[in-house]
């Protein structure tokens, strides 16, 4: 089993900026692409930003592209996503997720997920 516990989220201005962590605990971990996804009220799971285990490959929503960075530290433990320019239609719950293999933009590819960290951008 693999946990993921995400972090960082709160209330920001538009044009602010977040970053938001997710830190994977359990098994051995080796392998694994991690992906951030987010869900707005009313509206379904949509995928934002996804990292292979390298971390030599990324993909982003277009939606994000240019304002969102994801990453993963050197031990490959703990992912990132450093969101700028954030808008309020930025505004939902944002889990992390792992899979073993390849990246993926989507969620029903991911074996594990966190919590979710709430991220409000007030206008």
């Known amino acids: 089993q693999v946990q993921l516990v995400e972090s960082g989220g709160g209330l920001v201005q538009a044009g602010g900026s977040l970053r938001l962590s997710c830190v994977a605990s359990?098994?051995?971990?080796?392998?694994?692409?991690m992906g951030w996804f987010r869900q707005a009220p009313g509206k379904e799971r949509e995928f934002v930003a996804t990292?292979?285990?390298?971390?030599?490959?990324?993909y982003y929503a277009d939606s994000v592209k240019g304002r969102f960075t994801i990453s993963r530290d050197t031990a490959k433990i703990t992912v990132y996503l450093q969101m700028n320019s954030l808008k309020p239609e930025d505004t939902a719950v944002y889990y992390c997720?792992?899979?073993?293999?390849?990246?993926?933009?989507?969620?029903?590819?991911?074996?594990?997920w966190g919590q979710g960290t709430q991220v409000t951008v007030s206008s």
């Open positions: 997720a792992a899979r073993y293999g390849s990246t993926s933009t989507t969620s029903l590819r991911y074996e594990y």
């Open positions: 359990g098994r051995t971990f080796g392998g694994y692409a």
């Open positions: 990292i292979s285990w390298s971390g030599g490959i990324t």
